[in-house]
């Protein structure tokens, strides 16, 4: 079992930043991979980036690439989303969820449970 914890988000203004981190329990950290999904209102859960056990391997959703950076901290068993220059377009709910570094939810069997990113324009 994995438990998992967004935090950091919040409102900003377009072109802002903000850094998400996903703090875990439980099975160990270190051996596992993080993925990082959003969902819009309306809209189906989407693919932003991801990270595997040893942050040797990074993928990113073309929407976010060159914007956003995914690392990782296994000493604080902590995985982190740097978003920059944030667009109104990006808001949405994030969540971290743990499992093998793929691009769909089934990738994953351990989910957060959310936090809310806002940009307004």
């Known amino acids: 079992q994995v438990q998992l914890v967004e935090s950091g988000g919040g409102l900003v203004q377009a072109g802002g930043s903000l850094r998400l981190s996903c703090a875990a329990s439980?099975?160990?950290?270190?051996?596992?991979?993080i993925g990082w999904f959003r969902q819009a209102p309306g809209k189906e859960r989407e693919f932003v980036s991801a990270?595997?056990?040893?942050?040797?391997?990074?993928d990113y959703a073309d929407s976010v690439k060159g914007r956003f950076t995914v690392s990782r901290n296994n000493a604080k068993n902590t995985a982190y989303l740097q978003m920059n220059s944030l667009k109104p377009e990006d808001t949405a709910v994030y969540y971290c969820?743990?499992?093998?570094?793929?691009?769909?939810?089934?990738?994953?069997?351990?989910w957060g449970q959310g936090t809310q990113v806002t940009v307004s324009s």
């Open positions: 990270i595997n056990w040893s942050g040797g391997f990074t």
């Open positions: 969820a743990a499992g093998t570094a793929g691009r769909t939810y089934k990738d994953y069997n351990y």
């Open positions: 439980g099975r160990s950290f270190s051996w596992i991979a």
